[in-house]
């Protein structure tokens, strides 16, 4: 079965600190996407960043960064130079594309909900 | 260009009650999803809508069901509430069936909160 786990349930640091959000999955299949994706109070889901199973290279984008491990299951995601418009939760998930072509369906983790302090 | 829309925002029912719930996807989308998010919790998925069809279905009882319309609007509803149906709603739309549906961002609307009292 699928599982995505953030254990970090809140975090909080002063602004222009650089923090690091951990994600662990487990899954059976052998090509599968993980995403991070941003919820600000409003409670919209906003898509941050995709990454298959095939394509183990980091990213950076601007500010944020996504060290994605397959050895170790883990989709780490990095802000840099913290700021306080980045307090959101965030959720990493996993599709799995074994399923109805189409049918995508995300498991997500419980979420981290981070605090920059001014 | 127009996002994921939800109504209401804010929905206070009673133990025992029905509730709709409804949704306009993305323009230029076909599939919406929606999701249960329990206060603290992470989303969990309850089906996904495609041609007026359900598609697929995470571990939700019988009481969910869903409709989707021609125009691609999709309706949650949910019969004999239970206080721990209580959760913001989230509709999500994505691209019809490809190859590469699987790996498509979905894009999601605002939620509905709704309380069961």
């Known amino acids: 079965a699928q599982k995505v786990t953030q254990a970090q349930t809140e975090i909080s640091v002063v602004e222009k600190e650089d923090v690091t959000l951990d994600c662990v999955y487990e899954t059976r299949d052998t090509t599968y996407y993980l995403f991070w994706y941003k919820q600000p109070p409003s409670g919209e889901l906003v898509f941050l960043i995709r990454?298959?199973?095939?394509?183990?290279q980091n990213e950076i984008s601007g500010r944020y960064s996504w060290n994605f491990q397959k050895s170790t299951s883990s989709f780490n995601f990095t802000i840099t130079a913290s700021q306080v418009v980045d307090s959101a939760v965030y959720f990493c998930?996993?599709?799995?594309?074994?399923?109805?072509?189409?049918?995508?369906?995300?498991?997500f983790g419980q979420g981290t909900r981070l605090t920059i302090n001014p | 260009d127009a996002g994921v829309t939800q109504s209401p925002t804010h929905l206070i029912k009673t133990r025992g009650q029905q509730v709709t719930l409804r949704c306009s996807p993305k323009s230029g989308h076909d599939t919406v999803s929606w999701y249960q998010q329990a206060l603290g919790q992470g989303p969990q998925f309850i089906f996904q809508?495609?041609?007026?069809?359900?598609?697929q279905r995470g571990n939700f009882p019988d009481r969910f069901s869903g409709h989707q319309f021609p125009n691609y609007s999709s309706e949650l509803n949910v019969n004999a509430l239970l206080l721990g149906d209580s959760a913001l709603y989230l509709c999500?739309?994505?691209?019809?069936?490809?190859?590469?549906?699987?790996?498509?961002?979905?894009?999601f609307g605002n939620g509905t909160r709704l309380t069961v009292t």
């Open positions: 998930a996993l599709s799995e594309a074994g399923g109805l072509r189409g049918a995508q369906k995300l498991v």
């Open positions: 999500a739309s994505s691209p019809g069936p490809t190859e590469l549906s699987y790996n498509s961002p979905l894009h």
């Open positions: 809508y495609y041609e007026e069809e359900e598609r």
């Open positions: 990454r298959n199973s095939f394509d183990e």
